[in-house]
């Protein structure tokens, strides 16, 4: 009934240094509860504590006034239908950032509460490899912590700093408009050379195992990301 999730504070240099959890009454099929009983007994406690002392906040809320739902406990828009409900690879960003806003969400276990997410294109535009290309290839987390590597240089950042609005303290706007536009390179493609792979495998271990606050894997990070 709760999944892990961010907030603006869960992020930084590069790793999840602050975990919360969200209350998440729905699956694949819909909603958990099918009415008030069915959660009170489900969960008396969080019930107790948590929602019965808010009802008339959570009844409040923009998206339950007139539209004659009755799961006001819910969530607010129904995510049967959104990357939240996929198992695949993505990463998470904070709402604002820099160097370092961005993380690999692997497995799927963490739910953006604050932030946002960025789902990877390669399943749905696949590659032509050989059978050899296909033996040395990447999997796609490996692909994904190269993406994030890429992101958490300083080389991205400056090219951050050409398509965003600068915020406060250099933080920049991640949101999807500013971000589109920036030129990225396809390391799935890019990944089928010899020595372009090897730089792609060297930022995906990078960030693995990312810890921003040592200068020399950074320094490596960028001269892997400067040449790319």
């Not at 607010?76 to 998470?92: L, N």
């Not at 296909?134 to 796609?140: I, L, P, Q």
Request: aromatic fraction near 12%; proline fraction near 5%; include cysteine.
């Amino acid at each position: 009934y709760f999944r892990q999730a961010t907030m603006t504070d869960s992020i930084d240099d590069g790793r999840i240094v602050k975990r919360y959890w969200v209350f998440f009454p729905i699956g694949p099929n819909g909603p958990l509860f099918p009415d008030e009983d069915a959660l009170r007994k489900a969960l008396p406690v969080y019930y107790r504590q948590y929602i019965e002392p808010n009802r008339d906040r959570l009844q409040g809320r923009a998206a339950f006034k007139g539209s004659g739902r009755s799961d006001w406990w819910g969530l607010m828009r129904d995510r049967r239908r959104d990357w939240s409900m996929s198992q695949g690879p993505r990463i998470i960003t904070k709402f604002f950032g820099a160097e370092g806003a961005f993380v690999a969400d692997c497995d799927a276990s963490l739910f953006a509460v604050m932030g946002h997410v960025w789902t990877p294109t390669w399943s749905l535009e696949a590659v032509d490899r050989d059978e050899d290309a296909k033996s040395e290839g990447f999997s796609d987390c490996e692909m994904l912590r190269a993406y994030v590597a890429l992101f958490n240089s300083n080389i991205f950042l400056k090219l951050l700093s050409l398509y965003s609005q600068n915020v406060a303290g250099g933080q920049f706007d991640l949101s999807k408009r500013h971000v589109d536009p920036i030129p990225v390179p396809d390391l799935q493609q890019l990944s089928l050379h010899p020595v372009s792979g090897s730089v792609i495998r060297r930022l995906s271990s990078l960030a693995e195992a990312v810890d921003l606050s040592q200068l020399e894997r950074r320094r490596l990070a960028d001269k892997a990301a400067s040449y790319l």
